[in-house]
C-alpha cells in the first residue's frame, strides 16, 4: 500500500474530435519515472482524452491505496476545472469531471498542479505510444503499461 502518489497524466487526440489516447507517468517521492500507463479511446476531443488521463491517474492511485495523492498536468483547462476557477459547460465533460470528482474525494489530500508542457514529457510520450499503437492495430480501445528496465548504473 502506497500512501502517497504521484503522476502527471496526458490526453490527446490525432484531430479535435479524432483517433485519442491517454496517458499517466507515475513517479516516486524523489520525482524518478517509475512506470508509466497508456491507453486509446477510440474516437474522441482532445479535452475528452485529457479527462480519461485524469480519471486513470486517479484510479491507480486508489488501486494503490493511496491517502495523498499529488497530480500534475499540462491541460490547464482541466486543472481550472477540478480546483473550480472554472465551471465545467461542456455536456461531454460533465460526467468525466463528476466521476473525478467522486474519486478526489476518496483521498486524505488532492493536490493538481498546472506544469508546462516541456515539464509532461512522459504523459505526453505515453499519449502518442498509444496513439501510434491504435493506429497500427484499429479497432478496439487498447491499455499498456511501460515498466522501465532497470539501468544496472551505479
Known amino acids: 500500500m502506497a500512501e502517497r502518489f504521484s503522476a502527471a497524466f496526458d490526453g490527446g487526440s490525432r484531430g479535435n474530435p479524432g483517433l485519442a ?3 499517466v507517468a507515475i513517479y516516486d517521492e524523489e520525482g524518478n519515472y517509475v512506470e ?5 479511446l477510440g ?3 482532445n479535452n475528452v482524452a485529457e479527462y480519461n488521463g485524469l480519471l486513470q491517474a486517479l484510479e491507480l492511485a486508489a488501486a494503490a491505496g493511496a491517502q495523498e495523492v499529488s497530480i500534475a498536468a499540462d491541460s490547464e483547462l ?3 476545472q477540478i480546483t473550480g476557477r472554472y465551471r465545467v ?6 460526467p ?4 473525478a470528482k467522486r474519486l478526489i474525494a476518496g483521498f ?13 514529457r512522459e504523459a505526453d510520450r505515453l499519449v502518442n505510444q498509444a496513439l501510434d ?8 480501445p487498447s491499455r499498456f503499461i511501460d515498466r522501465p528496465e532497470a539501468s544496472g548504473a551505479g
Open 89 to 94: 459547460r461542456s455536456p461531454d465533460l460533465i
Open 21 to 23: 489516447a491517454w496517458g
Open 108 to 120: 486524505a489530500l488532492f493536490k493538481i498542479r498546472h506544469v508546462r508542457r516541456e515539464q509532461n
Open 96 to 99: 468525466l469531471f463528476q466521476r
Open 43 to 45: 474516437h474522441a476531443t
Open 36 to 40: 508509466g500507463h497508456g491507453g486509446s
Open 133 to 140: 499503437q491504435a493506429i497500427a492495430a484499429p479497432g478496439e
Open 78 to 80: 482541466i486543472v481550472r
